[in-house]
């Protein structure tokens, strides 16, 4: 197995604010501690460019959010997203992450990588950064995946708490790619949580769900179509901020809930995608809760 991180994803940083370079640490330290950096291959990520990046966000997009970003102090992109002069490089990083990982997988290097890196994709949509997203990660991966022409279908599998509004923006319209994405119902984004057809697949949770409830709900929902979907290549938004302990959000999963989803991803991309499984963190906001969770989801990737 590979992981991909780079410290300078540590750089984008706003005093106080939720999405901080502490996730990162903390993710990287309980790896390290619990001794699964010993069996696992760390690489630096690298800078995705800005032609790879057209390939999903417009030009002018990405041109935007290149000069929007300060020589100093910081920024609002959005009311929740911020830029200072260590973001545009954190977040060309974080996406070039995902793509060093499909160019493993296909060529046969690795079967699963796990991308340790921020700030988070899902909620950049095709040409608007929001919820703490500048660009989408797990998009580009899809898309990068889906111009091998090994590669017909991709399926997207999103367990953050909050709604991959982004995901589905860039490919509500393209059936090469199922997006399954489980969330806390009448929620932040407040976008596309009802958007549905046969590759877009919601799972709303009520406020107080917990896991055994969130599991059932998977086999009956999401599994049986991941099966009759038979994708080339599995992709994972791992988000943990569904974990009780998580202060944006009133899911109460706990982290052996993260093992239990990954092994199920693990037995599809077994069966119909030679094993080819790529994770990439999105949100987790306690910081002893997301080192939980990421250990579990790491530790049933190896």
């Known amino acids: 197995m590979k992981l991909y991180t780079h410290p300078d994803c540590e750089k984008h940083e706003m005093p106080g604010h939720p999405e901080r370079p502490d996730r990162l640490r903390a993710v990287m330290q309980r790896l390290s501690e619990s001794g ?3 069996d696992i291959n760390v690489e630096l990520a690298e800078e995705i460019s800005d032609e790879t990046l057209a390939m999903v966000h417009p030009p002018d997009y990405i041109e935007a959010i290149k000069a929007a970003e300060p020589e100093e102090g910081l920024i609002n992109v959005d009311p929740d997203t911020y830029m200072n ?9 974080a996406a070039g992450a995902c793509l060093q990982a499909v160019q493993d997988v296909l060529c046969g290097e690795e079967k699963r990588v796990f991308c340790a890196t921020r700030p988070p994709g899902h909620h950049a949509e ?14 580009m991966a899809a898309d990068y995946a889906l111009r091998d022409e090994r590669i017909n279908r991709v399926a997207i599998v999103d367990f953050d708490v ?32 009802d958007y549905t057809n046969e590759h877009m ?16 709900r998977v ?7 991941l099966e009759d979907y038979k994708p080339d290549l599995l992709l994972i938004s791992a988000g943990f ?4 302990d998580d202060p944006l959000a009133q899911i109460e999963f706990d982290e052996s809930d993260y093992e239990w989803i990954t092994q199920q991803l693990l037995n599809i991309a077994e069966k119909h995608c030679a094993a080819r499984l790529i994770s990439t ?10 080192a939980d969770c990421a250990e579990q989801h790491v530790r049933a990737l190896i």
Request: with cysteine; glycine share 10%.
């Open 36 to 38: 699964m950096l010993d």
């Open 281 to 290: 963190m999105e949100g987790g906001y306690d910081l002893n809760a997301l």
């Open 241 to 244: 901020d569904a974990h009780k």
């Open 162 to 193: 909050h709604h991959c509004n982004g995901t589905v923006d860039i490919f509500k319209e393209r059936p090469e790619v199922m997006v399954c994405s489980s969330f806390q119902d009448n929620y932040y984004p407040n976008r596309y949580l």
């Open 219 to 225: 086999e009956r929902e999401w599994l049986g179509k």
């Open 126 to 139: 095709l040409a608007s950064a929001m919820g703490f997203c500048l660009f989408n990660n797990i998009a």
């Open 85 to 93: 002069n260590g973001s545009t490089r954190a977040a060309k990083l």
């Open 201 to 216: 697949i919601n799972l709303p949770m009520a406020p107080g769900s917990k896991g055994g409830e969130w599991r059932k």
